[in-house]
């Protein structure tokens, strides 16, 4: 375990690395600047700023200042809302992200595994047709779609839950403004994980073990919960890494329909202001997340199936 | 004997023949041609210009004149959904293109040269595999600037990885068939091994993986676009006019249609081109790795 965990550190670090070199190069190899589009900047100002962001400084020597900041856990000055550093703005916001990304990932996870196990063993059957339509379904309405369609008809419509917004406090009513977002944004892994559940289970159900289990007259729940679900979910496990990158694209498109503060629109913003630091600060925010979760994910692999070596 | 019943038919012909018993498939083929053919005519017969406002006819719902209403600035939705499905068809078209012809080409390169030389290449993939690619095509968009070549010139540079890993697959088991050997015995040049006898072979899971990438890159596009960063006005694309109308809802008035056509147009053609490209595999009987 712990060499396992040293090695996908260092494989982590180099991942990011790589990251920030690409990003910081394709930005500032890009025609214009962040003071471009200000009309009529004088110069004075205009080379006054520069020397603010290390901007008059050579290529290599503001790569440097800027990896050195990385280093010291600085994300550096935010161009659009100077003076405020890039720290400060996305760390409230990235508490939101995350929570709505762990909200879409659990609604994913505690609906399309039962969906799946329930299709595996009524195969064929009712619960197989439902399972398999909702797929289609998740195929065809991405979340920039199925969200404003579930506002206008449970909160416009209906009337029944809030249009937007993240709730002021965790209880109660609050809680509903929750709900759509969350379903936005694991709406489409449902989906997948449902078939995916179905397809390992139905794998697994034909083994031997399985038998075995039968034949010494254990019932089916148990025999499904216990013995095939622990086999049956690994493709599920190795779905979940690349889902946690799909999650925060998403959770940027579903943080727009319902205006939820995350950090999303900060990137989508920054970006368009060519705000760089911020643009960078976010992007290797959202890739730590992934790289951490796909550790989570190969330890939980590894305890699932034993044969599989952490490595 | 007769000769009729020896008449020798191509695996290609077979796995058509099998696509073609598939229903689901045959029958998202010919939807998926029907809205292709729409999004061409449908601005040409129509009566209404897809950029002419009448500020008076605002905000119509569906009617017999405004077959899907009309939008904010009093423009014919029917017109704007099919001339924005022209868009998302042309970037999800030539973004394969682009895709596949990276793909193909970097993976046969690296299934035809072997040892060292794949091993860099292929590990150059697993690397661009590990990148949020996305969040780097926001980045390259806002760069870039906003317009149609660039939205499907960067969606395609950075959707070849997996086309290149299958092509490779395959062609590092062609190379060592002996259909390959007995050309080469023959004193056959090697360009002329990889387009005469190998790329034929591989055409059937290129075909599929090809199909398969024209959806996602058409939903990357719609993506894009919703957040502002694809297509811009006046162009149109089924992702900026599902933006639109979501931008639109409020609690006093539903514009219901604002969202509904162009989200209907959009998850019909999803919707088909997954089925057709899954019925291709099937009928290949692609492996996919």
Redo the contacts between chains.
Sequence with gaps: MGPFLLKRLAGGLLTLLVIATLCFFIIRFAPGNPFSSERNLPPEVKRNLEREFNMDKPLWVQYQLRMKGYLSGDLGPSIKYYPKRVNELLLPSFGTSLQLGALGFGFAILLGVPIGILSAARQNRIPDYISSSLALVGICIPNFLLGPILVMVFSLSLRWLPVAGWPESFGGEELLKLLLPAITLGAVHVAYISRLTRAGMLDVLHKDFIRTARAKGLDERTVFLKHALKNGITPVLSYAGPMAAYIFTGSVVVEKIFNLPGMGQHFVDAALARDDAMVMGAVLIYSCLVIAFNVVVDVGYSWLDPRVRLT | MTAAALEGRSPTQLALRRFGKNRRAMISFWLLIAVGLSTLLVPLVSPHGYTIQKLENRKQPPSGTYWMGTDFNGRDLMVRSFMGGRISFAVGLLATSVSLLIGVAYGACAGFLGGKTDALMMRFVD?LY???H???V???????GRNFLVVFMVLGCFSWMTMSRIVRGQVLSLKEKEFVEAARGLGVTTPAIISRHMLPNILGPVIVYATLTVPSVM?QE??LS????GISEPQTSW?LL??D??GA???LR?F?WL??FP?SL???T??CL?SVGDGLRDAFDVQQK
């Design positions: 690397v590990g990148l949020p996305m969040f780097l926001i980045i390259v968009m806002t760069i870039l939903l719609a993506f919703f957040l502002g960063l992702g599902i933006s109308g979501a809802l409020n609690p539903i219901w969202v509904v989200g959009l998850a019909i999803l919707f997954n």
